[in-house]
């Protein structure tokens, strides 16, 4: 199994957490997004018609967006689900992971940002306030989901689901832009913990081949 990934991608951490959860050995490809290498071919042709990252391959099956791969992921390997079976918990799970993935990742990548800075010729003041500004309504509703409907240690119970996947990295970025997170004490308890669980913990970006600071 290969996993092409980029260290700082919010959406590779994500899968990088979910193989360690399941104890699924992978060999790591970067794929350096700050570069471009992710349009270059033939990456784009052979791995990933997305042209983002991660992508997977294993066997013959090659898979983009990270949801998706997770989502094949539980399927073929099962051990550690990661989306609960049962109806009502499979909904709150997903819930606050579309949450997380829907609304507050895709205006905050590093595409957007660029975007921001080039064409549309924002400051950095600029850009750094639209990244604190969706970070703080997005972490405000994960934070509402999680006091009303969150239990155990993690978001949903004693076990990581998909929901614990996709908060880590969203949080892991938000300390990295410099955002105050102060206000969701829930969401930073959860993430206190997984800065002490052994999967998470492979998962950093610290602990990836192509780290750089």
């Not at 689900?81 to 709150?92: F, G, N």
């Not at 978001?155 to 105050?180: E, S, Y």
């Not at 993430?191 to 492979?202: D, G, N, Q, R």
Request: glycine share 6%; hydrophobic share 45%; charged share 20%.
């Amino acid at each position: 199994m290969q996993l092409y990934s980029f260290f700082n991608s919010s959406t590779s951490y994500r899968v990088r957490i979910a193989l360690a959860l399941k104890g699924l050995a992978f060999d790591t490809i970067p794929v350096n997004i700050r570069v471009g290498e992710h349009r270059a071919q033939p990456y784009v042709d052979e791995v990933n018609a997305s042209a983002v990252v991660p992508a997977l391959v294993d066997g013959d099956v090659s898979l983009g967006q990270s949801l998706a791969i997770i989502d094949y992921l539980d399927a073929k390997y099962p051990q550690a689900r990661l989306v609960p079976q049962d109806i009502e918990a499979r909904a709150r799970v997903l819930e606050l992971s579309m949450l997380i993935s829907c609304d507050i990742h895709p205006v905050n990548n590093l595409r957007i940002l660029k975007y921001l800075q080039g064409p549309l010729g924002l400051s950095a003041e600029q850009k750094d306030a639209w990244y604190r500004h969706w970070v703080a309504e997005g972490m405000a509703g994960v934070e509402r989901l999680l006091v009303r409907y969150g239990h155990g240690a993690w978001c949903f119970g004693d076990t990581p689901t998909l929901a614990d996947v996709c908060l880590i990295p969203q949080i892991a970025n938000a300390q990295r832009m410099g955002c105050d997170l102060s206000a969701y004490p829930r969401a930073m308890a959860v993430f206190a913990l997984a800065e002490t669980h052994p999967a998470f913990l492979a998962a950093a970006p610290s602990r990836q081949p192509d780290y750089s600071a």
